[in-house]
């Protein structure tokens, strides 16, 4: 089964600073998915990942799935308080298997 | 723009007590998930459901039970409540299996077993 590795478990930066969260896969990924968790809410889709090499950006943040698929990064860009939370990076490994998750990074930016 | 509404948010039970999660969606998805969170464990998939009249168990279905009656509804039973059950738990629903489709989840509801 595959199984998903976050690294670091937690974080904490100063504001301003820059960034990066690992997800590592047990198997070739085929799809990765980050989602940001805030405290008292849900998850929050972020972004998808399909192609190796494939980067992806919102705002500030950066992700990408490395060429041989079984890597992404998350980075984050001059750091703000409201980047703080729990990011996830999921993925599901085959048509019709459901999703599995990695053990989440916990993130706090320091004003 | 619902999507997936969960109640209640939070929830304190004492041992042995029964409740049921309540886990609605109105954007007429097939799939349905629970799933719980523990403190760095990330998020365990407890029972899911792909369609109405269809569910079946994930990695830690002890302890639940689920019912799917409706494509809209999927609500998570607790029967005889433990600490162990201290968690919080998180609806998602998607429109299929594909890789490429994204899970959409509800805000989640903190239970307490004391």
């Known amino acids: 089964s595959q199984e998903l590795e976050q690294s670091p478990q937690s974080l904490i930066v100063q504001e301003g600073k820059n960034l990066t969260i690992n997800c590592t896969s047990s198997k070739t990924l085929y799809g990765l998915y980050w989602y940001k968790q805030k405290y008292g809410e849900g998850l929050i889709f972020l972004m998808m990942l399909q192609k190796g090499g494939e980067e992806k950006s919102h705002e500030k943040i950066t992700a990408k799935l490395d060429e041989k698929k079984q890597q992404s990064s998350l980075h984050i860009t001059a750091s703000q308080p409201s980047h703080a939370g729990i990011y996830l990076c999921?993925?599901?490994?085959?048509?019709?298997?459901?999703?599995?998750f990695g053990p989440g990074t916990r993130l706090s930016v320091l004003p | 723009n619902a999507g997936v509404t969960q109640t209640p948010k939070f929830r304190i039970l004492k041992i042995g007590q029964s409740m049921t999660l309540q886990c609605t969606q109105d954007m007429n998805h097939n799939y349905m998930y629970w799933y719980r969170q523990d403190p760095g464990m990330g998020l365990k998939l407890i029972y899911y459901?792909?369609?109405?009249?269809?569910?079946d168990k994930g990695e830690v279905p002890n302890g639940y039970n689920v019912s799917r009656s409706t494509t809209e509804d999927f609500p998570l039973r607790l029967e005889l409540a433990a600490p162990s059950q201290t968690s919080v738990y998180f609806c998602?629903?998607?429109?299929?299996?594909?890789?490429?489709?994204?899970?959409?989840f509800g805000s989640g509801t903190q239970l307490s077993v004391l």
């Open positions: 459901s792909v369609g109405a009249g269809i569910t």
């Open positions: 999921g993925a599901r490994p085959d048509y019709g298997q459901n999703f599995v």
């Open positions: 998602a629903s998607s429109a299929s299996a594909a890789r490429n489709e994204k899970l959409f």
